[in-house]
């Protein structure tokens, strides 16, 4: 005869059994901390600032806001996001037409939408609703990506918004959509061949902008590669001029750049070129995250942070908090939270049963990822200032419920990662 506390062992370890396998408990727990040092460090930053330090009880009201959504959102039915693909798209769009008309404008980018107790950020809530758009199309059982249709089509669902987005001046946040596009492509079956066609022509514009050395390397790296492929001759010089007309072209893009823009790009080339103007953060922010060495200053006491050298640093420059009060330690335990999180999703798209759930959870990893390098490259200066947020720490409700939701579909992906739906 059980006693009742076998009993109550028993049904401890059937609990904890069922959870271990409903919810993938690495992803979880790595979002839930990355969120919650997201919100230690806001706290620290705008301690000091009586009439800032309402942002954390606004991001954590976000917090709580996201994982009450979540938790709608982890226990749909598979075929709800199949669904509403289309819907959510086609919102999408119009928020994001409207808030060129009626958006408010901060720091020269015009992509708020203000709703008297919070504002709504379009282009945050536009990544999530592309990638269910996409997702859809790729699942469809006549679609081809290789063909000219196919690749058409998909070219236009992100254009769409990217160009309403580049209409906003936020250039940072279109980026991330070419990187939605590319992951997308390439997980459901575009040649590595024509993912070269599309990423080599920005990759030599970026270098010519170094100067005539780093061109020149590009292009003769492009001309490698495309013997490597032995493609036809006339398409070969097709490709090779497009490459030149980037490098050609890319003064052209400077004239679609704001003021700001375009001297971040030079700070970031030179250093010194405004270090007291708009080279300003990004001097502070490396000077915040080399100051706090190993362990870090200890949360609340480092000067960088305290003393106000940031503007604004629980926004895009967040990963300057942990650098400077938590040091390379604290640094590289988020840094380790982040490869988990991106890592379980990869997980989850190579063992999903669908195209659709699978592409979702890949070009959710592009967002992510993207996010992670330009805004932790720009904190230490590998890569120009283009204000985009960390995801889950950065201070901005849009970007953090957004991100949490498509964190809970992953979950809710995972929960059904057998069925066939």
Known sequence: MFKPWQQTKIKSEKIEGNLSRDLDLYLFISSFLIIVIG???????????PYL???FYKQLTFAILGLL??????????KVFNLAALPFYIISILLLVIVLFIGKKVSGNQNWINIGFFSLQPSEISKFAVI???????????FNVNSIKGFLTVSLIVAIPAMLIVLQKDIGTAIVFFSIFLFGLFWNGLSGFSVFVLISPIIVAVLSLLGFIPLLISLIFVIVVLIYFKKELFLSLGIFGLNLSAAILVELFFKFLSPHQINRIKNFLDPNYDPLGSGYNALQAKIAVGSGGLFGKGFMSGSQTQLK???EQWTDFIFCVVGEEFGFVGS???LILYFIVISRLLYIARTTDSVFRSSVIIMIISVFLTHIFINIGMTIGLVPVI????????????ALVTNMMMIATALNFYRHRTSLA
Do not use: E
Request: no cysteine; proline share 8%.
């Open 387 to 398: 204000g985009i947020p960390l995801p889950l720490m950065s201070y901005g409700g849009s």
């Open 69 to 78: 959504l979540g938790l709608i959102v982890y226990n749909l039915p598979l």
């Open 132 to 142: 269910l758009m996409l997702s859809s199309i790729y699942s469809r059982k006549d």
């Open 39 to 49: 919100l230690v460090s806001i706290y620290s930053s705008t301690y000091n600032l």
């Open 332 to 334: 590289v335990f988020v």
């Open 53 to 55: 330090h309402i942002n």
């Open 309 to 311: 050298f940031i503007p």
